[in-house]
Structure formats: C-alpha cells, structure tokens
C-alpha cells in the first residue's frame, strides 16, 4: 500500500519492545513495535516498520531514544468469514536513534 503525499507525524520517545516479524506475502514483511513517548502522559504506542525500514529498526537497542516519522494507513477490512472491521496503522517512514 503506497501512502505517497500523505501526511507525516513525528514521535519522540524509547523503543520499548520489538515485535516478532510478520509475513505478509510475497517476500514482504513487517516487523511491530512499541514506543514510550516522552508526553507529559507517557503513551505506549505501537507501530510497524516494513521492509528496510524493519531492518533499521534491529539496529537500535531497546531503551534508546529514538524519533520516528511515520503516516496513519486506514482500510476497511473483509475477511472470509465474519464482519468487516476497519483497520488502523502507524507505519514509520524514518527512524532515527537520538541517544549513542
């Protein structure tokens, strides 16, 4: 799913927790994982880096602070059997590691 044009947002915060990563099909993945923002009201955010982006990701030890830029991806789901559900994600465009 290309989100070109769309809007970015920012997320300043330490990486709490990395996911296990998730198949999606033909040779595309996504790996989730969990941001502690530094807000007044500290937020566990959960988001997805694909691809590139996941494996950039593997390269920050959990704990550091990071910033991550990232758009919101929304569909309506269908699946094979029951309801549609509608589907929200926050899927990052750039990471990058503000701590060393």
């Known amino acids: 799913m290309s989100m070109e044009g769309a809007p970015t ?5 330490t990486l709490h927790a990395i ?3 998730v198949s999606l099909g033909r040779g595309r993945f996504k790996v989730p994982f969990v941001v502690l923002s530094d807000t007044a ?11 590139e982006m996941a494996d950039n990701l ?3 030890p959990l704990g550091e602070r990071i910033r991550v830029r990232f758009v919101i991806e929304g569909w309506l789901w269908h699946p094979p059997y029951g309801k549609s559900r509608f589907i929200t994600r926050l899927r990052a465009v750039e990471l990058e590691r503000l701590s060393a």
């Open 41 to 51: 009201t500290p937020q566990f955010i959960l988001m997805e880096a694909h691809e």
């Open 9 to 13: 947002y920012e997320l300043k915060g």
């Open 58 to 60: 593997q390269k920050i």
């Open 19 to 21: 996911l296990p990563r």
